[in-house]
C-alpha cells in the first residue's frame, strides 16, 4: 500500500488515508517551567553549587522535552512504515522556513527533519520506499481533475476546486497530491 504525507502545524501529520497524527507540543507545555528556572538560574553565581544544581535543573527539563519528542515522532514513523510500503513525503526546506521569524518556535517544535530520518532509517530496515517529492502547489493543486488555482485553498483548512466543485480538507487534499506525485515518478 502506498501513503501521501503532509505535514502541519496545527496537526503534525494527515495522511492521503484521511488518518491524522495531532501535533502535541512539548515544548509549549513546558515553556514556562522552563523559562522559571531559566530565571533562577541567571540569578545564581556562576559555577556556586547552588548555580550547578539549578544548571541541572534546567538540563533536565530540555531533556524532558526532547525525550517526549523523539518518542512521539518514533511511534508515529513506525506506525506508518510497519503499515504501508511506499511513502510519500514534501522534500521540505526546514533551514529555509526557519527564517521566518513568526514562524520559527513552532517549525522547530514539530520536528519534520527528525521525522523524515526516522522514516527513511526505518524504512531501509523494514525494506520500504520513502520518497521525497516537491511541495510546490500540493495544496492549490485539485487531486481529482488536477487543476491548480490559488483560489482553491479558501482558508486553511478547507478545499473547493473552482473548476470541477470537489470539496476536501486542504491537508487530505495536499497528502493525496503528494502520494499521486511519488506513484507517477
Excluded at 1 to 22: H, P, Q, R, W, Y
Excluded at 41 to 62: D, E, M, P, T, Y
Excluded at 146 to 156: D, L, P, S, V, Y
Amino acid at each position: 500500500s502506498s501513503v501521501g504525507i503532509d505535514v502541519g502545524l496545527k496537526n503534525f501529520a494527515i495522511l492521503s488515508n484521511g488518518e491524522v497524527f495531532t501535533n502535541p507540543k512539548w515544548f509549549r507545555t513546558l515553556e514556562e517551567k522552563l523559562a522559571h528556572a531559566q530565571r533562577i538560574l541567571s540569578r545564581r553565581k556562576k559555577g556556586s553549587s547552588n548555580w550547578n544544581k539549578q544548571r541541572i535543573k534546567v538540563a533536565r527539563i530540555h531533556e524532558r522535552i526532547a525525550h517526549a519528542r523523539k518518542d512521539y515522532l518514533d511511534k508515529i514513523s513506525t506506525h506508518i512504515i510497519k503499515n504501508h510500503d511506499v511513502i510519500a513525503i514534501e522534500d521540505l526546506q526546514v533551514v529555509n522556513m526557519l527564517k521566518n521569524g513568526n514562524l520559527a518556535k513552532a517549525i522547530s517544535e514539530v520536528s519534520w527533519s527528525q521525522f523524515r530520518k526516522m522514516l527513511e532509517y526505518k524504512a531501509k530496515w523494514y525494506g520500504k520506499q520513502v520518497i521525497a517529492v516537491n511541495p510546490y502547489c500540493t495544496s492549490q493543486t485539485c487531486n481529482v481533475c488536477g487543476h491548480t488555482a490559488k483560489e482553491n485553498r479558501k482558508t486553511q483548512s478547507a478545499f473547493k476546486c473552482v473548476s470541477c466543485g470537489h470539496e476536501d480538507n486542504a491537508d487530505r487534499n495536499a497528502s493525496k497530491n503528494i502520494k499521486n506525485l511519488a506513484i507517477a515518478n
